[in-house]
C-alpha cells in the first residue's frame, strides 16, 4: 500500500482534469449559493454521482480545491476495500492470509494510473469500498437484523456513485445465495435493488451516441472480441514483451472462461458453496460491469480501446477475484486439475504484478508531464490556446474559459501557488 500511496503522491498533479470541470461548476454553484439537490442528481454520462459529488464538495471546501485530497481519498477508500475484503475473505474461506496477498498485489497495481491519478475517480472508489462493506454486512446480518440494513444503505450508496455500483446489488445477491441464507432475505434484497434501479431511472437520458444491448446481441463476435480485450487489458500492452493485442485478447478469453467455470462450479459443489461466496460475489460484480461497458463501448471502431487504463480498475478485482476462488478450491481439494489451474494462476499473477508496475512507472511519468503543462495553461487561461487546453484540459473550451476566472478569482487549485 505504501508503494501505491508514493506513486498517487509523486506523480499526482493539482490541476482540473476533464471530467473534473463538472465539479469546477458545480463548486461554483455552492460557492455562489445555487447548489440544488438536482444539480446533486443530476446525470453525468450514464452516472449518478449524488454521494461522490457531495464527498468531493466536501474535500473541495476543506482544501481549496487541491485535487490531490481526493486522489488520497481514493487510496484510502482502496486500502479500506482491500482490508476489509481480507478480513471476510479470512472469515468465510478458512484459508490463512498468505493466500490473499497476490489478490492484494493484484489490485494495488500502478496499471490503474488513469483513475489513481484523478481526483474525480473518487466516485468509482467510493462504490468499490461500499462493495466488501455492504458483502460482510450481508455475512453478519444472519442473526443481526440492523446488519441487512446497513448493507442495502451501503449498495444504495454505491449505486448513487456510478452506474457501476449498481452491480453491487448482484453482487450481495450472490453472496446470500452461495452464503445459504434464508430465502426471504433474498427476496427482500432484490426488491431493495429493483427500487433503487427505477429511482436511478427517473429522468434518465440514455446515450445517443449508438451502440447498446441491442447492437451487442446482433454483433456477437465483435462484442465477444470486446469483452475478452477488455478482460485481457490487465496485461498492459508492451513492444518490448511482445504483448499486443492478439495477447491480451487471448488472455481475456481464458479469464473469461475461469470466471464462467468458477460460478458454475461454485453452484454444483453445493459442500463449498459458502467458502467461495466472496469470490463468487467479486467475479458476478465485476463481470456485470464487463458487460456494462461492452455494451455501452463495443460498437466504436477502436477495439483497442478495450484495454485502456479506465476500464481496469475493476478487472484487476476480477482477476483477484478468480483467484480467490480457485485458491480456495486447492486449499479444499488438491485434486490434479484445480493444482494445475492453481499454478497457471500463479505463474499469470506474477507476470501480471511485475508487467503492471512497469507499465505504472511508465504510464505515470508520462501523465504527469501532461498534467504539468496543463497546470500551466490553466495558470495562463487569459492567452492559452483552445486546441491545447481542449487536448490537456478540458473538452469545453467554451466552459473553461468561463470556469477558469472564477478558480483564479477564489484563489483555487493551481492559483493556491501549488500546481502539483
Not at 468499490?128 to 448493507?151: E, K, Q
Not at 460484480?285 to 464487463?290: A, E, K, S, Y
Not at 497546470?375 to 473553461?400: G, K
Amino acid at each position: 500500500m505504501l508503494a501505491y500511496l508514493a506513486f498517487v503522491v509523486h506523480f499526482g498533479v493539482n490541476v482540473p482534469f476533464k471530467d473534473e470541470w463538472s465539479s469546477v461548476s458545480l463548486y461554483r454553484s455552492f460557492a455562489e449559493g445555487r447548489l440544488s439537490l438536482s444539480g446533486l442528481w443530476a446525470q453525468h454520462n450514464e452516472n449518478r454521482l449524488l454521494f461522490p459529488n457531495l464527498l468531493m464538495l466536501a474535500f473541495d471546501r476543506l482544501s481549496h480545491f487541491n485535487t490531490h485530497t481526493e486522489m488520497y481519498g481514493s487510496a484510502a477508500l482502496l486500502l479500506l476495500a482491500l482490508v476489509v475484503t481480507g478480513y471476510l475473505f479470512a472469515r468465510t474461506a478458512g484459508c490463512r492470509m498468505v493466500w490473499f496477498l497476490p489478490a492484494a498485489l493484484i489490485v494495488l497495481g500502478w496499471l490503474q494510473y488513469a483513475v489513481a491519478l484523478q481526483g474525480y475517480a473518487i466516485a468509482l472508489y467510493l462504490l468499490l469500498a461500499c462493495l466488501p462493506l455492504s458483502l460482510l454486512a450481508l455475512d453478519g446480518s444472519r442473526g443481526r437484523r440492523w446488519l441487512f440494513v446497513v448493507a442495502v444503505a451501503l449498495a444504495v450508496i454505491a449505486s448513487y456513485s456510478s452506474a457501476q455500483g449498481l452491480a453491487v446489488w448482484l453482487a450481495g445477491l450472490v453472496m446470500l445465495v452461495v452464503g445459504g441464507q434464508r430465502p426471504s432475505r433474498c427476496w427482500v434484497w432484490l426488491a431493495c435493488g429493483c427500487a433503487t434501479v427505477l429511482i436511478y431511472l427517473v429522468d434518465f437520458q440514455a446515450s445517443a451516441a449508438g451502440g447498446g444491448v441491442g447492437w451487442a446481441a446482433r454483433h456477437g463476435l465483435s462484442s465477444l472480441h470486446f469483452l475478452s480485450l477488455l478482460l485481457g487489458g490487465i496485461l498492459p500492452a508492451s513492444h518490448e514483451f511482445k504483448i499486443g493485442v492478439a495477447v491480451q485478447t487471448g488472455v481475456g478469453a481464458i479469464l473469461l472462461l475461469l470466471a464462467v467455470a468458477a460460478v458454475v462450479l461454485g453452484i454444483w459443489r453445493r459442500a463449498a458453496r459458502p467458502q467461495l461466496a466472496l469470490p463468487l460475489a467479486l467475479i458476478s460484480f465485476t463481470l456485470v460491469i464487463d458487460l456494462m461497458i461492452t455494451a455501452g463501448r463495443a460498437h466504436e471502431a477502436a477495439q483497442a480501446g478495450a484495454a485502456s487504463s479506465r476500464y481496469l480498475m475493476f478487472n484487476l478485482w476480477l482477476f483477484a477475484g478468480i483467484w480467490l476462488a480457485y485458491a480456495t478450491w486447492l486449499v479444499q481439494s488438491r485434486g490434479f486439475v484445480i493444482r494445475a489451474l492453481t499454478v497457471g494462476l500463479v505463474a499469470l499473477c506474477l507476470v501480471q504484478i511485475g508487467l503492471s508496475y512497469h507499465a505504472g512507472l511508465v504510464e505515470g511519468r508520462s501523465t504527469h508531464r501532461l498534467r504539468e503543462e496543463a497546470a500551466h495553461l490553466l495558470i495562463d487561461y487569459r492567452t492559452a490556446p483552445a486546441p491545447e487546453v481542449v487536448r490537456l484540459v478540458d473538452p469545453d473550451y467554451a466552459s473553461f474559459r468561463s470556469l477558469a476566472p472564477f478558480l483564479a478569482s477564489h484563489r483555487l487549485t493551481v492559483f493556491t501557488g501549488g500546481g502539483s
